[in-house]
T-cell receptor, first 116, second 115 residues
Framework: DAGVTQSPTHLIKTRGQHVTLRCSPI?????VSWYQQVLGQGPQFIFQ???????GRGNFPDRFSARQFPNYSSELNVNALLLGDSALYLC???????????????FGPGTRLTVL | AQKVTQAQTEISVVEKEDVTLDCVYETRDTTYYLFWYKQPPSGELVFLIR??????QNEISGRYSWNFQKSTSSFNFTITASQVVDSAVYFCALSEAEGNNRLAFGKGNQVVVIP
C-alpha cells in the first residue's frame, strides 16, 4: 500500500512569491496534518484537516492556509514568502480527527522549500 | 499546553552498543499519547513506537524498548545493539486526547553509530 505522498520534493522561490504544496494521505485515512520543520528543530504543527474541516491551527500567520479535498488530499498555501519560511514541510495522515489508543500519524517524505 | 524536552543533542556510540534517549514531557491532560519517530537523512519521519498514558506495562519491540515513568513525566527510548542504519535524528512527540491530533515534538537527538 502506498504511504503518504507529497509534491513537489523540492522547491525554490523568491521572497514575496506564493507557493502551493500538495499531500495525498494513506488510502482510508481521512485526516491530514501539516508541519513545518526548520533546520535543527523539531516539526511544528501548522494545520489539521478532517473531512474537509479545519480541526486545529498552530501559531502561524494568516499567510499560511490550507484546504482538504473530497478525496482527502490536501494543499498547503503560503503567500508573501519570507526567508524564514525556508523549511521542510511535512504532511501526516491518520484515520480520525484525534489521537486514540490505536490511531497514529504517518508522515510523508516532505517538501523542502527554499526561499531566496 | 503540551511540551516535550529532549536534553541531549548529539549522541555517538560504537556499533553494537546500546543507546538510550531521554524525553521529558509536560501536559495537563490525564489521557495522552507519546511517540518516538526516526528521521534519517532523507527527511521522512518514520514512526517507531508509541505509548498510551493509561497502558500498564513497558514494552519491547525488536531492538527497541521504552521506559515510561508517569511520576517523572519521562518517556525514554533505548536501541539495543545499535547498527549503522540506526544513525538518524530521533524525535519524541506528545499528543493530547482532545480536539485534534496535534503532535508536539522535542528538538530531537542526533544519533551517530560508528562502525
Amino acid at each position: 500500500d502506498a504511504g503518504v505522498t507529497q509534491s513537489p520534493t523540492h522547491l525554490i522561490k523568491t521572497r514575496g512569491q506564493h507557493v502551493t504544496l500538495r499531500c495525498s494521505p494513506i488510502s482510508g485515512h481521512k485526516s491530514v496534518s501539516w508541519y513545518q520543520q526548520v533546520l535543527g528543530q523539531g516539526p511544528q504543527f501548522i494545520f489539521q484537516y478532517y473531512e474537509k474541516e479545519e480541526r486545529g491551527r498552530g501559531n502561524f500567520p494568516d499567510r499560511f492556509s490550507a484546504r482538504q479535498f473530497p478525496n482527502y488530499s490536501s494543499e498547503l498555501n503560503v503567500n508573501a514568502l519570507l526567508l524564514g519560511d525556508s523549511a521542510l514541510y511535512l504532511c501526516a495522515s491518520s484515520l480520525g480527527p484525534w489521537t486514540t489508543s490505536t490511531d497514529t500519524q504517518y508522515f510523508g517524505p516532505g517538501t523542502r522549500l527554499t526561499v531566496l | 499546553a503540551q511540551k516535550v524536552t529532549q536534553a541531549q543533542t548529539e549522541i555517538s556510540v560504537v556499533e553494537k552498543e546500546d543507546v538510550t534517549l531521554d524525553c521529558v514531557y509536560e501536559t495537563r491532560d490525564t489521557t495522552y499519547y507519546l511517540f518516538w519517530y526516526k528521521q534519517p537523512p532523507s527527511g521522512e519521519l518514520v514512526f517507531l513506537i508509541r505509548r498510551n498514558s493509561f497502558d500498564e506495562q513497558n514494552e519491547i519491540s525488536g531492538r527497541y524498548s521504552w521506559n515510561f515513568q508517569k511520576s517523572t513525566s519521562s518517556f525514554n527510548f533505548t536501541i539495543t545493539a545499535s547498527q549503522v542504519v540506526d544513525s538518524a535524528v530521533y524525535f519524541c512527540a506528545l499528543s493530547e486526547a482532545e480536539g485534534n491530533n496535534r503532535l508536539a515534538f522535542g528538538k530531537g537527538n542526533q544519533v551517530v553509530v560508528i562502525p
